[in-house]
């Protein structure tokens, strides 16, 4: 859905549409055109008890977990931000991606791949990946896109790069160009315009 350009009915009609759940952004409070948020899932289990001859398999053989959550937040009547978390996990290994569509805010400036193009940033936090990419960048939809169809697979999602290819070829080449230019000074004058 495009940042800006939709509104609250929208994206109630999305919740609608994937049995999401609407809130305030305090989960307490009521969905409401000043602050919504709404929380769509395809949780594991769905998929599975749509498939209850692999459902077995699954559990006798390859034992993994996964989980797909979108996040969708109004403000003022717009939408102005969507995330995708996606969480994969077997007894070996745990792959986290969270992506981010927004407008650009002051907190991204400390972001090294930010620096290199102001149009996405990808990086690693502690315990997940993460991809950001500004609301009116062309690159949205190819940066953003997460292959979850691996989790229907034997090989299952093994790495990130199989969950998010076009994600983590930029972070390569960031890490790349970053490496190239770590000694050049970032100037941060510009950051507190993108207060949001």
Known sequence: MPIGVFGI?????FAAQYHGNSTGKRHSDPCVETDCLVVTSIPDNDFWERHPKLSNWRDSLI?????YFVFTWVEDG???????????????????????????????????SYRLHHTFATNFAPHHFNVWVDANSPAV??????NITCVTT????????DVAPSAWTHYEADQTALAS?????YDRS???KLRR
């Open 9 to 13: 009915a929208d994206v109630k009609a």
């Open 63 to 67: 034992r993994r977990r996964w989980n």
């Open 154 to 161: 034997f090989a299952g999602c093994g790495s990130i790069s």
């Open 78 to 112: 717009k939408l102005v931000a969507q995330q995708q978390w996606f969480f994969y996990a077997t007894p070996k290994h745990t792959v986290v991606i969270i992506t981010e569509t927004s407008k650009p805010s002051e907190k991204l400036c400390a972001n090294e």
């Open 181 to 185: 230019h770590s000694s050049e000074p």
């Open 141 to 146: 939809g190819d940066v953003l896109r997460l």
């Open 190 to 192: 510009d950051c507190p």
